[in-house]
């Protein structure tokens, strides 16, 4: 198990021979860590119009994301009495369990967590809405809901066999990477030490991916991206030239298969060049193969990091909540209500995927917005 321990510190992790430029990069960015510990806690958008409560008024938060502790920090400020309902065994969303240690120091998490707990926010873990409590125990506790549950249904790959082993989508394959930390298991099945890894996608999730294999000791590591780097938006800093050469990255390529043992074990992906055409009216371009760019590259373990398509199923049937036609959870006539009275939606389960700072003041905005539905209905 090489370089076993770099995996979950930043200092370490900058330390290591042959990082690639583009990791390094990744490394060194602490934006994340800054808005944490010097701004998302210290916004304060509630207007000076929204009458506070006594302290026995109970809203329920469902989700310990950013956007379930923007809802939790600005209800107890707005007096109410706030308790979280988390499924998962620690608090904090895909800050916990998502962003890797390297890029944002759990201690950082849970001190937040604790400032909430101090100012009197009760986190339920390991209980999930639907399973250990249902939405009916919710309504008769609570005089209001913040559903703040995420975006975190993967979005699958055709080609990916039902049976198949060595295969983990991005978010599972972080989730025991942190959980390794905390539980100090060397048994984690996702581990990339010594393996060929393949990683598909090249956004931010992805790059997370690559920098914990680089940091597992990954004997290989190749990110692909179907779009030229241009066209992903990650242009500044030189970053596209930077990358041009970088041979853990390669942008313009295609998964074409994916190949498999006999025992269903992942052993290779079969990929190929693309390049963007635009027809001659000016339509959006359109990826072509490029003929003779075929290639089978060896890979015992893919990670898939291919983005969300909405919130999981079950939230539509355990709430009863209308759909959009892109996934999320559908709005009432406000802003942050849903199509179920008392009952209110933030972060990436209503507006999609998006970053850590959009979620917060989600969850912000929506608490604000169900303190006036509260107050709105005692007149
Ligand atoms: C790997 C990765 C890295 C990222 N890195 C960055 C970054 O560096 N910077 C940035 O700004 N953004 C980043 N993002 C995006 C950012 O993390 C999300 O936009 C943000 O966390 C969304 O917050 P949220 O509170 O809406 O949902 P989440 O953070 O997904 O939290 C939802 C929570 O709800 C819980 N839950 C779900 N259903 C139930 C239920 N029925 N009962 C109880 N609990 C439930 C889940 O367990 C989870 O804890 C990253 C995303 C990923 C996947």
């Avoid at 602490?30 to 010097?38: A, I, N, Q, T």
């Avoid at 506790?141 to 699958?156: D, K, M, W």
């Avoid at 920098?211 to 030229?228: C, H, N, P, T, W």
Wanted: with cysteine; proline share 4%.
């Amino acid at each position: 198990m090489l370089r076993k321990q770099a995996v979950f510190d930043r200092e370490t992790f900058l330390t290591l021979p042959d990082l690639p430029s583009r990791l390094k990069l990744w490394g060194e960015d602490r934006e994340l860590e800054d808005f944490l510990v010097k701004k998302a806690f210290m916004i304060n958008p509630i207007p000076s119009s929204v009458a506070r409560a006594d302290g026995e008024v109970k809203i329920a938060v469902v989700g310990s994301g950013p956007a379930g502790l923007g809802s939790a920090d600005e209800l107890t400020r707005l007096g109410f009495k706030v308790t979280v309902f988390e499924r998962d065994d620690r608090p904090g969303g895909l800050l916990m369990y998502g962003v890797p240690n390297i890029k944002l120091p759990k201690n950082i998490v849970m001190q937040k967590i604790e400032a909430l707990q101090d100012a009197g926010v009760e986190f339920r873990l390991q209980t999930e809405i639907g399973k250990q409590v249902t939405f009916a125990d919710l309504q008769k506790e609570f005089a209001a809901i913040i559903v703040c549950v995420g975006s975190t249904s993967p979005r699958r790959l055709k080609m990916i066999r039902d049976d198949a082993k060595g295969v983990y989508y991005a978010k599972d394959f972080l989730t025991y990477v942190t959980k390794e930390m905390f539980e100090q298991n060397t048994s984690v099945p996702a581990d990339t030490a010594g393996k060929d890894v393949v990683i598909i996608g090249g956004g931010d999730t992805g790059i997370d991916c690559a920098a914990v294999a680089f940091a597992q000791g990954a004997r290989s590591i190749l990110q692909l991206e179907l779009r030229e780097c241009e066209m992903t938006g990650k242009t500044q800093d030189g970053f596209c030239e930077l990358v041009s050469s970088d041979p853990t990255l390669s942008y313009g390529t295609i998964l074409q298969d994916v190949l498999y043992d006999d025992n269903g074990f992942v052993k290779g992906v079969r990929i190929a060049k693309v390049e963007w055409i635009s027809s001659a009216s000016g339509s959006l371009p359109k990826p072509q193969l490029i003929e003779g760019s075929e290639s089978e590259i060896p890979a015992q373990l893919l990670l898939l990091a291919t983005g969300f398509t909405g919130p999981e199923p079950a939230v539509f049937s355990t709430f009863a909540f209308n759909k959009t036609p892109v996934g999320t959870i559908a709005k009432g006539s406000g802003y942050f209500d849903t199509s179920r009275a008392g009952v209110f939606a933030a972060g990436d389960a209503r507006r999609g995927q998006g970053v850590v700072e959009w979620a917060f003041a989600e969850g912000r905005n929506a608490a604000v917005e169900c303190a006036e539905y509260l107050h709105a209905l005692k007149k």
